[in-house]
């Protein structure tokens, strides 16, 4: 498996991967499925400040990572919201676990003092998965969200990686 920096022609899969959160999780607040072109311009625009990375292993990709900067005014510009994105067939398998390991080194290279992972919650394995990483639950909001016919709380995880 290799992990590189996403490209134009993998919008397709990268689009494909993420719909299926889009219809049928909650774990994205997104209702309608993107279109490889609106993907496309996503990669671009995230690729022009931050690392997004995708998972590929013979021509498939298996699994999405970026980051952006976690929110838009000036004094946030040394904090990151991250995202993370695996193939439902390909969970458990290390790939996500690859995938953040070389965003938090690219994220490293840079002035970046904080990042922040969202959370839907209930979400046990995107948890367990986030503080087996070090990430510790700094906030959580209630009810912030409306999808699937139900309220939906979002929780929010931070890694401090210089600490």
């Not at 990572?65 to 994105?85: G, M, N, P, T, W």
């Amino acid at each position: 498996m290799n992990i590189r920096h996403a490209r134009n022609e993998d919008a397709a899969q990268i689009a494909e991967i993420y719909n299926y959160y889009i219809t049928s999780t909650h774990h994205t607040f997104e209702t309608e499925p993107l279109a490889a072109s609106d993907m496309t311009a996503r990669i671009e625009d995230v690729s022009s400040g931050y690392p997004f990375l995708v998972a590929e292993k013979d021509g498939e990709v298996l699994g999405y990572a970026f980051a952006v900067q976690f929110k838009l005014r000036d004094a946030y510009e040394h904090s990151a919201e991250v995202s993370i994105y695996v193939k439902n067939e390909a969970k458990q398998k290390g790939i996500g676990t690859r995938l953040y390991d070389q965003l938090f080194k690219e994220l490293g290279e840079t002035l970046t003092h904080a990042i922040v992972a969202g959370i839907a919650m209930p979400n046990d394995a995107s948890i367990a998965f986030h503080e087996k990483l070090g990430f510790k639950k700094v906030a959580h909001f209630r009810e912030v969200g409306y999808k699937l016919g139900r309220w939906i709380d979002v929780g929010y995880w931070e890694l401090m990686p210089g600490a």
